[in-house]
């Protein structure tokens, strides 16, 4: 578990000692959108199992008590027990390993085309087979000329080139989110910040409250717990808990 503390700015009113909504960057929204790719198995093992409301908790307690001498010969209870976040579970930063910038790779070619055709298609005939490798510098397997001419690899849902270094995570750092009391989560504006105000029937500002708060590791605990029984996150975690 990485060992990282974040923050976030509360707005509570006072008068109901209620958390209206908070205030975030990327790496908070990151966090609560991660929430939903965590493995079932890793939620149980880092509440605990009697923190877990319902069944849960005895399913992993029943299973963790189960011989290992029932279990198919190609299953181990482990998988289950402590998944290691393979693939999407990689994704949460509290929680679990956060996810690696997209991968993108460079595939070359040798660029050996016939350039006296043309093709209505690819704009140009390939005298070689269109053999592509991730290796820039090895010999083409047909025509034996260098594989050095970068091919521009696409997005397959956008359409659009891949770029290097990309950030992690799930959203852009490029605004301040909105975060209100059930996690749910907007982009943050003027506008926004007015309507909710007016959604909350908010007639006296003077009742208003900007509390600057941390999310670490405790938190993390506090309000994972909470979003599976509650629709008033942030409030059960900073402010109940503090009254």
């Known amino acids: 578990m990485a060992n ?6 509360l707005l ?18 990151d ?5 939903l790719a965590l493995p079932l198995g890793s939620i149980v093992k880092v509440l605990g199992q009697d923190q877990m409301v319902g069944s849960i908790g005895s399913i992993y ?24 976040g393979q693939s999407h579970c990689q994704n949460n ?20 085309v016939k350039r006296n055709d043309y093709d209505y298609d690819y704009g140009s005939i390939s005298l070689c087979p269109r053999y592509v490798s991730e290796v820039c510098g090895i010999a083409c397997p047909s ?16 359409g659009q080139e891949l770029k290097r270094n990309q950030v992690g995570g799930y959203v852009k750092d490029v605004v301040t989110y909105t975060i209100m009391d059930d996690l749910s ?23 208003l409250k ?13 309000l994972l717990k909470a979003s599976f029984d509650s629709k008033t996150v942030l409030t059960d975690v900073f402010l109940a808990s503090r009254v």
């Open 12 to 29: 509570i009113d006072t008068k109901e000692n209620r958390v209206l909504f908070a205030e975030a960057g990327k790496e908070v929204v």
């Open 185 to 207: 989560v907007m982009p943050m504006s003027s506008i926004s910040s007015i309507t909710l105000l007016n959604k909350f029937s908010i007639k006296n500002v003077n009742v």
């Open 4 to 9: 990282k503390t974040m923050v976030l700015k």
């Open 31 to 35: 966090f609560i959108f991660g929430l």
């Open 93 to 112: 930063v509290l929680l679990l390993p956060a996810p690696a910038p997209a991968k993108v790779d460079t595939y070359y070619s040798c660029g050996n």
């Open 61 to 84: 307690s029943g299973l963790k008590n189960l011989s290992s001498s029932y279990m198919q010969p190609d299953q181990k209870k482990d998988i289950l027990l402590n998944p290691n």
């Open 143 to 158: 025509c034996k000329r260098k594989m050095d001419k970068v091919m521009q690899l696409l997005d397959h849902e956008s």
């Open 210 to 222: 900007e509390q600057t708060v941390k999310l670490g590791m405790e938190e993390a605990m506090e």
